[in-house]
């Protein structure tokens, strides 16, 4: 492997840019090809690249790019239902991919892709940049190390801001998102999976669009993506987890929140304040022994985009996994799992019911 490792980017709108601000912090990584339909998202990407964007390929297809021999490494930031389109080229191009989440909008094209990336030359990673927020990851850390004891409870609260505008604002329809219980909730279906070290049973979604949207109109249509819900998921080995998704409270304090309960003690991971809360039982009207830590980011990484610094860090694992100096971390069944409770979710908010995830297959 060469010592600098090329990369495209595939979709240079807004989460495509917060990959090229992240890039440009690794010395041995070079954006070498831009590809979007949209001449004003390549406009903005270039921008975002300065003087780096001499001498940049630029192109109207994915395809195009994977054909251009430019590039050893895509990251994939376009539309979620244009995904399984835009992979295929990359994976008949071999190239290491880094796709963002969602993988995909519906199972069967998340089943799709596994058996593509399982058979591809390149590595496959699927983007879930919470797990690498640094006062997350050390929560994880905690939990796995049993500092709570046996994990039996967790909880995850996401109170933020609405959906923001997208090229066509295409991420106002659950047909080109695979819903909000996809879009956005498959970062926290992930972390549990991730936190409980098992797989999910069932799931129950209560939820609705109730604030946000409802006053805008495409060729005659409302948008119909959840804007808040609680979704309740039981894992095999008899944790429960819950979600507390508002789309509408951006003036809280803290956007996410995650609690995990177990027999000794509970522990909260605040973000962006950056804190950890350790709070051990001490039986009944007994002193309080809570502990709180901080967890630093470093500025010049917080700055390069609005996922508390997690991007640059899953930039770090994904460029040692190609370089074949670290494991694949974030696999295409992940996000494929992902996809399946989110999923799951959607069905049991418009439904109302529990839907048992052996409905879908799993």
Known sequence: MASKIRYGLSGTGMMGIEHIQNLALMPDAVVCGLADPTPTSIEWSKSALGEASQG???FSSTAEMAASGLVDAVILASPNYTHRAELEPLFDAGVHILCEKPIATTIEDARWIVERAAASKGIFWTAMEYRYMPPAAEFIRQVHAKRIGELKMLSIREHRFPFLQKVGDWNRFAANTGGTMVEKCCHFFDLMRLITQSEPVRVYCSGAMDVNHLDEQYDGRTPDIIDNSYTTVDFANGVRAMLDLSMFAEGAENQEEITAVGDKARLDCLIPAGDLV???????MNPK???RSHVEVDAAVLAAGHHHGSTYYEH???FAAVRGEGPVEVTAHDGLMAVAIGTAAEISAREKRV????????
């Open 56 to 58: 940049v390929a630029t």
């Open 278 to 284: 350790f709070s051990p039982r001490t039986g009944f």
């Open 289 to 291: 022994a809570v502990e």
């Open 316 to 318: 770090q694992k994904f």
């Open 355 to 362: 839907v048992e995830m052996s409905e879908l297959g799993f």
